[in-house]
C-alpha cells in the first residue's frame, strides 16, 4: 500500500522557519521524482520544488528560490522542505508527490498546513 505522510505543518510568524517531512511506503522511493506542492485558499495547486531520484538536479518556484530547499534520504525514504524567511504568502497546505513516467505513478500525501501570521 502506498503511503506518503507529511509533517512539521504549523503556524510560525513571518520571517521564522519550518521543515517539513515526508515519509514514503509501498513503492520503491529511490526511483521516484519527488516534489512539494502547495495550494492556498481560493488558488490552484503550485509546484514549490522538486528533486531528482538520484538527488542531483532539484528545481524551486521563483517565489521560493533561496528560500526554501528540498531534500532526500533514500535511507530512510523521505523528502524534506526546509523553509526560511517565511511569509504570509507562504501560507498553504503543503503536498507530497511522487513521480515515475516510467512506471506511470503518480502518488500524493494528504498535505500538512502552513500557516505564516503575526
Known amino acids: 500500500q502506498v503511503q506518503l505522510v507529511e509533517s512539521g505543518g504549523g503556524l510560525v510568524q513571518p520571517g521564522g522557519s519550518l521543515r517539513l517531512s515526508c515519509a514514503a511506503s509501498?513503492?520503491?522511493?529511490?526511483?521516484?521524482?519527488m516534489s512539494w506542492y502547495r495550494q492556498a485558499p481560493g488558488k490552484e495547486r503550485e509546484l514549490v520544488a522538486s528533486i531528482t531520484p538520484t538527488g542531483g538536479n532539484t528545481n524551486y518556484a521563483d517565489s521560493v528560490k533561496d528560500r526554501f530547499t528540498i531534500s532526500r534520504d533514500d535511507v530512510k525514504n523521505a523528502v524534506y522542505l526546509q523553509m526560511n524567511s517565511l511569509k504570509p504568502e507562504d501560507t498553504a497546505v503543503y503536498y507530497c508527490n511522487a513521480l515515475n513516467f516510467i512506471y506511470g505513478a503518480d502518488y500524493w500525501g494528504q498535505g500538512t498546513q502552513v500557516t505564516v501570521s503575526s
Open positions: 509501498g513503492f520503491t522511493f529511490s526511483r521516484y521524482g
